[in-house]
């Protein structure tokens, strides 16, 4: 059949190509559509916990700020220096033991 009527293979051909493309077609169009709205689902997530974390940050860095300025005003605090006193001198506040003793003091 396929010899005597050769109109028969283009025929096929052409309506293999023309399904092949409107599947690749639409499958592509569909992909787009999809990392599209993926895309701006992240992007919405993204503005969403960048919110979250600035104002939970306000509400940490707050109470610093405020201690920040109260030990800065408070007389006691003022000569805490010179009460501490120097590493090692007698009466001074004795080092903290470990790895933090270059820094940290016992009070």
């Known amino acids: 059949v396929v010899i005597q009527h050769?109109?028969?293979w283009v025929t096929g051909l052409f309506c293999l190509a023309l399904l092949l493309g409107t599947s690749v077609g639409t499958l592509w169009a569909w992909s787009a559509n999809s990392s599209d709205t993926k895309l701006m689902v992240a992007l919405g997530k993204a503005e969403e916990i960048t919110?979250?974390?600035s104002h939970k940050l306000d509400v940490a860095l707050l109470p610093l700020i405020a201690m920040q300025?109260?030990?800065?005003?408070w007389p006691?605090?003022?000569?805490?220096?010179r009460q501490v006193g120097q590493r090692g001198e007698?009466?001074?506040a004795p080092a903290e033991n470990g790895p933090r003793a270059a820094t940290h003091r016992n009070m």
């Open 6 to 8: 050769p109109g028969i």
């Open 51 to 53: 919110t979250l974390l």
């Open 69 to 73: 300025d109260w030990v800065t005003y």
């Open 76 to 81: 006691a605090f003022r000569d805490l220096s």
């Open 90 to 92: 007698p009466g001074s």
